[in-house]
């Protein structure tokens, strides 16, 4: 994602490159927003007995949003608050803005706090996760997902319907050599940035002669193992880069050094003022119900130089994080 950030005017201009960046967007832009952009809307001059779709550039002020992650869309309603010169009948009108990667778009936050909030949670998304084409197989069947800062997407299944005979050793070969020509075309349709392997130990070296990717020992393979590997965060990129490694030290301090954790908004905020998080963890739906409370608290992490995690409540740690309050801090002392 491309960003630079005009402090003195409180806009952020961004560019997203690629569908996982509008999640971030999603939770950069908040109700009584400015944004601006290159948009098409149809127009009808006065005199004109006809509208036509003409290209404009517009600023709304946003009432409403609405995402869906896996069809890569992100919708900004509201009012039409600025238009270019020349362009009447616009304003005060209602637009939707669709934001879609490779075009830039402004953001005007509200306030100060919002402003330095939104540097932090885009630096975070300039470090995210890779986006992984997994490989869950086992002896009886192997499941194709894609693996991104959004989720997890299973994408295609595979059952080993061979009949068994012959040497033990062998058994295998037709369906391992189906599962690599199946992620050959998924690899060139989703064009990852790794493909990883999981799955039994001895399953993997097998199939290991068909697909080339990173290999992680893991209990169980197919659909099972797709959430194996998303539950236990077993592969040490996705551990960190999810926050799973962050939780796992807080649920430790928790049980054996409570003073070096804070839980829920007010204590939370009240270690962000002092200085005192070493790691925060935010729920994304509590960045959306709580907006000028949260953003104030990652602001200040972020000024003190936390690592700060943004934590999607549709997974096992979000779970726990919303039990916590939405909200929860590893401190420095």
Do not use: C
């Not at 948009?39 to 006065?46: C, I, L, W």
């Not at 965060?233 to 054996?256: C, I, N, P, R, V």
């Not at 070096?260 to 739906?285: C, F, M, N, Q």
């Amino acid at each position: 994602m491309r960003y630079e950030v005009d402090k003195r005017r409180r806009i952020v201009r961004v560019t997203p490159e690629r569908e996982e960046d509008l999640y971030f967007l999603y939770l950069l832009i908040d109700v009584g927003d400015v944004v601006r952009g290159w948009t098409v809307r149809e127009y009808k001059p006065d005199g004109t007995k006809e509208g036509e779709r003409v290209k404009m550039f517009l600023g709304i002020k946003v009432e409403a949003l609405e995402y869906h992650k896996f069809r890569g869309s992100l919708r900004v309603r509201g009012p039409v608050v600025e238009v270019e010169e020349g362009i009447e009948g616009v304003k005060g009108r209602r637009h939707t803005f669709d934001i879609v990667a490779g075009r830039e778009v402004e953001i005007e936050k509200a306030d100060e706090e919002a402003l330095e909030a939104a540097e932090g949670v885009l630096e975070m998304a300039k470090g995210i996760l890779p986006r992984i084409l997994l490989v869950s197989v086992d002896d009886e069947e192997a499941a194709f997902a894609y693996v991104t800062a959004l989720g997890v997407e299973v994408l295609y299944f595979l059952r080993n319907d061979a009949r068994r005979g012959g040497e033990e050793g062998s058994l295998l070969d037709e369906f391992l050599a189906a599962v690599g020509k199946a992620t050959e075309n998924l690899r060139r349709r989703y064009n990852p940035d790794k493909v990883v392997l999981a799955g039994p130990q001895i399953i993997l070296e097998q199939v290991a002669r068909y697909v080339h990717g990173d290999r992680i020992p893991q209990s169980s393979g197919g659909l099972a193992g797709v959430y194996e590997f998303v539950r236990r965060g077993l592969y040490d990129a996705f551990k960190a880069e999810m926050g799973f490694s962050a939780y796992e030290k807080l649920l430790q301090l928790l049980a054996t050094n409570s003073e070096r954790v804070a839980t829920g908004p007010k204590d939370v905020e009240e270690a962000a003022s002092a200085g005192r998080i070493d790691a925060l963890l935010v729920l994304d739906s509590f960045i959306k119900e709580n907006p000028g409370e949260v953003w104030a608290i990652i602001s200040r992490a972020y000024k003190s130089r936390s690592k700060i995690f943004i934590i999607r409540e549709d997974t096992e740690i979000g779970v726990g994080l919303r039990a916590m309050g939405g909200v929860a801090a590893i401190l420095r002392w």
